[in-house]
């Protein structure tokens, strides 16, 4: 089942009130309507920024498409059956997509195809589905987690008079079991920024650093001097900065962690306040001004 959970402006939540939008409670491959539609095992959700009533959901094999007002839910790409493969729409072929990441202008959606161990791309307007490729070469990941576009990019040198950076969506920051690695998607190359944590959440801040969480705690990664700072113990999974509010300067985190005797693998949503000095983005100064 789809579930969401009601935010305030600061990105508090309320009371922890969970409303159901999507699902029957049933496995299976419906795609119904609202509580009609079922599931296998739903893992990722991105919510398209031109139109906030328009989601994207995936399921163990596929990619759909949920429109809250209506209640429609209809099949973007893949379908029934795991496997690996590119193509259009049902053609396309998945396994365990986890993690979903749509570009501001709603025009296409990375993935992070966990099964296959591939970053995908997803045209939304035609469903068409590609596995990028550095020198020509399939990019293999072990278990990529979760996904974060890297918008820092590093002012001209001081003897440089171009005034120039990397667009906002021109590179992605993939969490691994084999750590973090940064994919610029403009020249097609990967590049390793930190290969001694096996990462399951990331989250990029406007000064440069990357937040990741692992089996132990979350970590605030310096990529200049490599140096890690833990900030929060424990074992977490994914996050999410907040976005409903400039000042919220507060983070999302799953928290894995199973009470004793309870082996029941329930994870919790925590709210982590971040220290003053981390900005989250997108509410990031120009850096041209």
């Not at 990019?139 to 990019?153: E, K, V």
């Amino acid at each position: 089942m789809i579930q969401s959970l009601s935010l305030s402006q600061s990105g508090v939540v309320e009371g922890g009130a969970v409303s159901l939008f999507a699902g029957s409670g049933v496995t299976g491959y419906n795609l119904g309507s609202g509580e009609t539609a079922q599931f296998v095992a739903p893992c990722a959700v991105c919510i398209d920024p031109t139109q906030p009533d328009s989601f994207y959901l995936s399921d163990q094999s596929s990619i759909r498409h949920f429109n809250r007002s209506s209640g429609k839910m209809s099949l973007v790409a893949g379908g029934r059956y795991t496997g690996r493969g590119d193509g259009y729409g049902s053609d396309a072929l998945f396994r365990c997509p986890v993690d979903l990441l749509i570009t501001s202008d709603g025009a296409m959606i990375w993935i992070a195809d966990s099964g296959n161990g591939l970053l995908r791309r997803l045209v939304v307007s035609n469903g068409r589905v590609t596995t990028p490729r550095d020198g020509g070469v399939r990019m293999i990941f072990t278990a990529p987690s979760q996904l974060a576009f890297d918008r820092f990019s590093p002012p001209p040198a001081a003897n440089s008079s171009s005034k120039s950076h990397a667009p906002p969506e021109s590179a992605l920051l993939i969490a691994s079991s084999s750590g973090i690695v940064r994919y610029d998607t403009r020249c097609a190359k990967q590049t390793i920024i930190s290969a001694a944590s096996a990462a399951r959440g990331i989250q990029c801040l406007v000064t440069g650093q990357i937040l990741f969480s692992t089996a132990d705690g979350i970590y605030c990664l310096d990529r200049d001097t490599k140096y890690t700072t833990l900030l929060v113990p424990g074992p977490f999974k994914s996050l999410r900065l907040a976005e409903q509010a400039k000042s919220a300067r507060c983070l999302f985190a799953v928290n894995a962690d199973v009470q004793a005797g309870a082996n029941t693998g329930s994870h919790r949503l925590q709210r982590i306040d971040l220290p003053p000095a981390y900005l989250p983005l997108p509410y990031c100064c120009d850096r041209d001004n």
